[in-house]
């Protein structure tokens, strides 16, 4: 079905301007036709491209120990994506050596399930593989993936050092373990025992990289702390550099041309949890040059309205972290932008919540709020 979004202050060319957008044959188009919705006082914005969004894993697993059926959470998560403005969402699968939530037995069932919701969703559902380094028992099930084209960006995950630490606090142990489905002591054990697997590391992250690059795969380094970091991963091919600890390994990707991405719930909490860098200042001075979801939707539209309220950037620079530019460093050339020929991704927003009143995804009407349906013409 053909559309025409009618009156809407839409971000035509880099700023906003009273536009018609017109969708026809699953892109933007030029002229007009079809059913129109009013979107008189409403923005009309590229959707949402997000690089790195886990909030599936809690449809998965709300509560330690709970899990749900793959197919049920995928269905629940692309309706959440939806109704938070996110057209395509590269879905952070982490691959662990862990048992539970992030094994390989989870990876297998949620590849397959993804395989059967894509047909239906709206949302377009990519991979974010982050493979954990030292799951060596996984390599060839990631191989294979990669190359059977299941895989859409490859993170490299290393956070097998900072479990060791961490293994002497009761809370962390037990927050792991419970992940897990694992006793506390059994956790530990494991986690000793992968550590054993060190010397091999180097080997599997060669192999790991040298499939990405032969399947023209996007990668990014994850949680770089030093610079000697940001320049092995580079090596490997892994252009992106993400969620960086340190200012200066920020500074220095962002120097050398390389998007660098920070989570868009760093800048509506006003900090990183974590205590890392911030990411709102460094997005203002055009160090990072994407927000991603990280671990909550809802996060990366309202990030770019706090980004607004902050008072540097305006609304089509602070939009572009959340969709032009993370399309762009993975290497989408069709969205991110309201242009003729363009993916038909397309969200309206009032701007007092801010609130998505409707999405389209392909040129598909994919979600309406009550008071969307009232503009229907």
């Not at 120097?255 to 205590?275: F, K, Q, Y």
């Not at 602070?318 to 991110?336: E, F, K, Y």
Request: charged share 20%; aromatic share 6%; net charge negative.
């Amino acid at each position: 079905m053909d559309w025409t979004i009618t009156n809407g202050s839409a971000l035509l060319d880099g700023r906003l301007q009273p536009a018609d957008v017109a969708l026809s044959g699953g892109c933007v188009a030029t002229g007009g036709g079809g059913r129109r919705l009013d979107a008189s006082g409403l923005l009309v914005l590229p959707g949402l491209v997000d690089i790195h969004g886990d909030a599936h894993e809690r449809c998965l697993q709300p509560r330690p120990g709970i899990n749900f059926a793959p197919d049920i959470a995928l269905r629940d998560t692309a309706a959440q994506l939806l109704a938070n403005g996110i057209t395509t969402a590269f879905l952070g699968v982490t691959l662990s050596w862990e048992p539970g939530l992030r094994s390989l037995d989870m990876w297998r069932a949620l590849m397959a399930a993804l395989d059967a919701e894509r047909p239906r969703a709206a949302a377009d559902l990519r991979v974010h593989l982050r493979f954990e380094a030292y799951n060596l028992a996984a390599l060839e099930d990631a191989l294979a993936d990669i190359a059977a084209g299941r895989v859409h960006l490859l993170g490299f995950n290393d956070h097998t050092p900072s479990i060791l630490k961490k293994l002497a606090e009761p809370k962390e142990l037990a927050k792991y373990a419970g992940r897990a489905g694992m006793k506390n002591e059994e956790f530990a054990a494991l986690t000793h025992q992968v550590a054993e697997c060190a010397p091999a590391v180097p080997a599997a992250r060669e192999k790991l990289a040298a499939a990405a690059r032969a399947a023209g795969l996007p990668m990014l380094s994850h949680d770089d702390y030093t610079a000697e970091d940001r320049h092995l991963f580079r090596a490997l091919g892994a252009t992106i550099c993400e969620f960086p600890t340190a200012e200066s390994v920020a500074r220095m990707a962002a120097a050398d041309g390389e998007p660098v991405v920070m989570g868009a719930p760093n800048v509506v909490r006003g900090g990183s949890h974590l205590g890392w860098a911030s990411a709102a200042p460094l997005a203002e001075q055009g160090v990072v040059a994407v927000l991603a979801s990280d671990y909550h939707w809802p996060a990366m539209l309202n990030a770019a309205f706090a980004m607004v309220r902050r008072g540097v950037l305006d609304l089509p620079a602070a939009w572009a972290l959340v969709s032009l530019n993370p399309a762009r460093a993975c290497g989408l050339l069709d969205r991110g932008e309201l242009a003729a020929g363009q993916r038909g991704d397309v969200v309206l927003v009032d701007p007092a919540g801010p609130g998505v009143v409707a999405v389209f995804a392909g040129g598909r009407l994919a979600h309406l709020s009550a008071e969307g349906a009232a503009r229907l013409g």
